[in-house]
């Protein structure tokens, strides 16, 4: 397999931590890790057993008939192989998300959009893995026509939000105590606009914070947070567009949002740091990105924050990975 590099050095100027020293992100590394099929694209990244592990889309396009979920792993983040790859006969398979279970399993995500005449729309899916190699049969979870984005797992207990792919108003969050059976925690999210891809953790107070991204008419992302069991959610409109979103929370405490953003040059892919008091983003980075292209993965991993996207700024659609310093203190302006 041949691994392609373009070293980038860029130094990125955030907003101001303190009113009198400016903080600096650093794109310290980006390289190409994938183009093997006509369209690459929607990924995920995650640390297992000393290994990184980067998940994506190959199809025919941006949306075509076929679509396989393709994983690869790497022991540096340089030099990647292809670990394995999902393929359906019936449905196009997309948006690949990665988990590790509480009981150190990987746990692969993904909806299919079934090739019609079919009894649904989509179908959202997750495979099992002790390698990452030998995957399980799909296991179809949630209701059809919902889409189940991504999986997060707390108190050893799966969750996802999935969105409706027939009524584009509605959105719900799904629970599963055995990480296959999986039901409808409370009333769908009460939200206007077309709500669909979300960013979901767990903070260590048991809190859930959700990023749902909205398009149509209302194309500005929500923040949502809410206390167990979950039912009650806050939602407060964070004033951006962010597609394919991810969110995290660093070890220093940090919130960090990745995804799309629609500049005045075209669509990048760029990174925040989340005031969730104030509902607001502070611009960290925009990667080296442009055309078809989000979808990012985060790891925080020897001190520094690795990102999985994809990007068609070089032409082909084609699956990038960034190395990034943040800065030493919150770009986040401290309140009077």
């Excluded at 209302?218 to 969110?247: C, F, H, I, N, R």
Aim: aromatic share 10%.
């Amino acid at each position: 397999m041949r691994t392609f590099a373009c070293m980038l050095a860029l130094t990125i100027w955030a907003p101001l931590a303190f009113a009198e020293q400016p903080s600096e992100t650093k794109i310290i590394d980006t390289r190409k890790i994938w183009d093997q099929a006509r369209h690459n694209a929607f990924t995920d990244l995650i640390r297992f057993q000393d290994k990184f592990y980067c998940v994506f889309r190959e199809g025919d396009g941006h949306v075509s008939k076929t679509g396989s979920l393709r994983i690869l792993r790497s022991d540096d983040g340089t030099n990647w192989e292809s670990a394995a790859l999902i393929t359906s006969d019936t449905s196009d398979l997309r948006d690949a998300k990665i988990s590790v279970t509480p009981d150190g399993k990987l746990c692969l995500s993904g909806a299919g959009a079934l090739h019609q005449p079919a009894d649904a729309k989509h179908q959202s899916f997750i495979w099992n893995s002790e390698d990452g190699e030998n995957w399980s049969d799909p296991i179809a979870i949630g209701d059809p026509n919902f889409w189940i984005w991504r999986i997060t797992w707390h108190d050893s207990a799966a969750y996802g939000v999935g969105y409706n792919t027939v009524n584009r108003h509605a959105a719900r969050l799904y629970k599963s105590e055995d990480g296959n059976s999986f039901q409808q925690v409370g009333k769908d999210f009460a939200v206007n606009g077309y709500v669909n891809e979300t960013g979901l953790i767990f903070l260590k107070d048991g809190s859930a914070m959700c990023l749902l991204r909205r398009d149509g008419t209302s194309k500005t992302a929500m923040l949502g947070t809410a206390q167990a069991p979950y039912t009650e959610w806050k939602w407060q409109d964070l004033g951006t567009y962010v597609g394919g979103p991810e969110l995290m929370q660093t070890s220093d405490g940090r919130f960090l949002v990745g995804g799309r953003i629609l500049s005045p040059g075209g669509a990048k892919t760029a990174i925040w740091e989340l005031d969730p008091a104030q509902a607001k983003l502070h611009h960290l980075a925009t990667l080296p990105s442009g055309g078809d292209t989000s979808y990012p993965g985060f790891v925080e991993q020897d001190g520094k924050l690795w990102v999985s996207y994809y990007s068609s700024h070089e032409g082909k659609t084609s699956i990038y990975l960034s190395q990034l310093e943040l800065p030493a203190t919150s770009v986040i302006p401290s309140q009077p």
